[in-house]
């Protein structure tokens, strides 16, 4: 009675077809990149599979589990005047998560709390920037990530929420001969290669763009209800850790961390 289990399974197929008609373009498509040619096509079935459980500790708290697989389908990118065409080759992930939830103060709070880690092999990445401004798909042979995230929400009184959530999230690329190109007037952070006359980053070890290692947020609520609606008061402020905003580091596509950033109504 106090232990539930559940499983499951999924099939997908996933197919794309991505023509482009130069007739049907400005000037006839004559400023588009056709060196890697104007049509692709992706073909792939998968099998995807998830095992989870939840223990009941108390009629107000469980402990959870979680094992599970995900798939996504390749990716085609249309040729453009900056970029060839290019395909992303399908990616899949395997995940762990293990938690624990509860209800606190007489059910007036609620905690949750979880630590998590996964695997994504073939991860799917779009390159932006490099001597040519292109935007053009890859793959990375592997990407890894774990962390922990806990939320509390708690009325401090009968019309007075509080509500305050953390992360810490450990992201990574692994595939050391992956390289792209880098902005030609950054100062860019990562080993670089030089190869066809352009510089190109190792990109090995970076975190995922746009990923902070530490994340927190915090809002107050306080309503009093009138006729048919309510009257409000709300703050909201967040927190971020410094973040890459492209594959490659440099110190100009950095958005610097240990800013707060609030909002009040």
Known sequence: PRVNLRAGVRYTRDNKDLVTEPDNLPRGGS?????????????????????????????????YARVATGFRGATIQPAATFNPMSVARPE????????????????????????YSYTVKDLQLTAVGGTSNSAILLNADRSAGRGAELDLDAYLGENLLWSFGGSYNHTKIKDAGLTLGACAACTV???????????LGLIDGNPLPQAPRWSANTSL??????????????????????????????????GMGGNVMFMTG
Do not use: C, H
């Open 92 to 115: 899949t992930i395997v995940s762990y998560e293990v938690g624990f939830k509860t209800d606190l103060m007489q059910r007036r709070a609620r905690l949750s709390f979880d630590i």
């Open 31 to 63: 400023d588009i990149d056709a060196s890697t040619g104007l049509a692709a096509g992706t073909g792939v079935s998968k099998v995807n599979w998830d095992v989870s459980s939840v223990y009941k500790l108390t009629d107000a708290a469980n402990l």
């Open 221 to 254: 609520k306080y309503t009093y209800p009138v006729a048919n609606g309510e009257f409000y008061a709300y703050t909201d402020w967040v927190y971020r850790s410094a973040v890459n905003f492209t594959l490659y580091r440099s110190a100009e596509f950095t």
């Open 189 to 199: 952070l990562n080993p670089t290669v030089v190869k066809g006359g352009s510089t």
